[in-house]
């Protein structure tokens, strides 16, 4: 049976060991070690990661009730030196012993019990049976978990019988019935549990609430603790400090500042539709009064798509006319009439735009089409104006 080393120290880092047995399956390989300090994955706590005999360990697990290391390559069997990777654990014992911090505030200021708890590299949640947290209940529970961090209890880690279990207030019973381990945070909980936790709560560094999201029956919270919660806070400050050098103004000032901003916009935009309408005003007269015919016909070079709608909707608005507009711009054509002849725009798209390789459609009265160059746009319009002339010659 392996010693399980993690139970005696939780600080030790490197170690001298013997291989017991290896076994091989799927090109890994299953070791068992005389002393391992490699926490294998339970109680809602990863799996550690190292290297044993400078090969890399790439999962930890009980099989078997068997301390598993899973390796890369084959070790040879003997003594072996062992190497934990410390950041790795050290940030699962800040979250767990801060999941447990977290999880005791929560059940002494709301009687709130946590129903799971989800440790990844990604983020960190606990689920409290309790439906809603105000932003006062929010901000008294971080405070109280980080006063128990400043003021550095001592956790113990002990183990008991099932007689010795009926006199301790423990907050939860264990999955076990002997070798009981017993977490206690001074002062704090009596919590059944074979993980790995700092000594004194002061090792956790921080709990930060990020967020409190409201499920059906209860309240998932996400949380960072110790150096992630660092982390989190430095690259927060990065864009704060981008935001607050690029408008140049306090960080307590930039959202006024993004509000002023996203009104100008507004206002530009309504004064660049406004003059869009203008514009197609002008140059409809200008186009009516250069063409005195039924089919009006024109490339343009720089109107986009929507500009040419507005602009033929405004002339078969005033005159009964065809009007058939090509952009340049965007290789988009446009055909609109107000029913001076006998032809349904989108139809007489639909039917000729394939062999120019355009695609579009519409209705009877207009239809646009995309095409994917400007030769198969110019192709288009030529055989378009010639078929159209045809029909609206008197
Ligand atoms: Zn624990």
Redesign the pocket.
């Known amino acids: 049976m392996t010693t399980k080393l993690y139970y005696e120290d939780t600080s030790i880092k490197t170690w001298d060991s013997e291989i017991l047995t290896v076994a091989e399956k799927d090109s890994h390989f299953y070791v068992t070690l005389q002393e391992t300090a490699f926490y294998p994955e339970g109680?809602g706590?990863p799996s550690d990661r190292g290297k044993i005999a400078g090969i890399d360990i790439v999962d930890v697990q009980v099989i078997n009730e068997e301390i598993v290391h899973v390796l890369t390559r084959k070790p040879e069997l003997g003594k072996v030196y062992c190497e934990l990777d410390w950041e790795r654990r050290f940030d699962h014992m800040q979250h767990?012993?801060g999941?447990?911090l977290l999880s005791a505030v929560c059940r002494e200021l709301f009687d709130a019990n946590t129903l799971s708890f989800h440790l990844g590299t990604d983020y960190v949640t606990i689920d409290v049976d309790r439906k809603e947290f105000s932003k006062d209940q929010v901000n008294s529970l971080e405070q109280l978990a980080n006063q128990y961090i400043f003021e550095n209890r001592k956790l113990h880690t002990y183990f008991i019988t099932s007689e010795q279990l009926k006199e301790l207030p423990v907050v939860k019973l264990p999955k076990v019935t002997e070798n009981i381990r017993i977490?206690e945070m001074e002062g704090i909980e009596y919590?059944p549990?074979?993980?790995?936790?700092v000594r004194q709560t002061g090792e956790i560094g921080m709990i930060k609430l990020l967020k409190m999201e409201k499920q059906k029956s209860f309240t998932r919270i996400y949380f960072k603790c110790g150096f992630r919660a660092l982390r989190d806070f430095s690259e927060s400050l990065a864009i704060i400090t981008r935001l607050s050098s690029k408008y140049s103004v306090g960080r307590d000032d930039i959202l006024d500042r993004i509000n002023r901003s996203e009104q100008n916009q507004k206002h530009l935009l309504d004064e660049n539709e406004k003059l869009k309408e203008e514009m197609a005003l002008f140059e409809m007269k200008e186009i009516l009064s250069e063409n005195n015919g039924i089919l009006i016909t024109r490339e343009f070079s720089n109107k986009s798509l929507k500009e040419l709608q507005l602009l033929a909707a405004k002339i078969t608005s005033k005159r009964d006319a065809v009007v058939l507009f090509g952009s340049v711009l965007e290789n988009k054509a446009v055909l609109y009439q107000n029913g001076v002849i006998e032809v349904n725009c989108g139809q007489f798209f639909k039917q000729n735009l394939g062999v120019y390789g355009g695609k579009g459609g519409g209705n009877d009265k207009s239809a646009q089409a995309g095409f994917p160059n400007s030769e198969s746009l110019a192709g288009f319009l030529t055989f378009a104006e010639l078929e159209l002339k045809k029909l609206t010659v008197d």
């Open positions: 109680g706590q767990h012993s999941q447990h977490v919590n549990c074979g993980g790995t936790h």
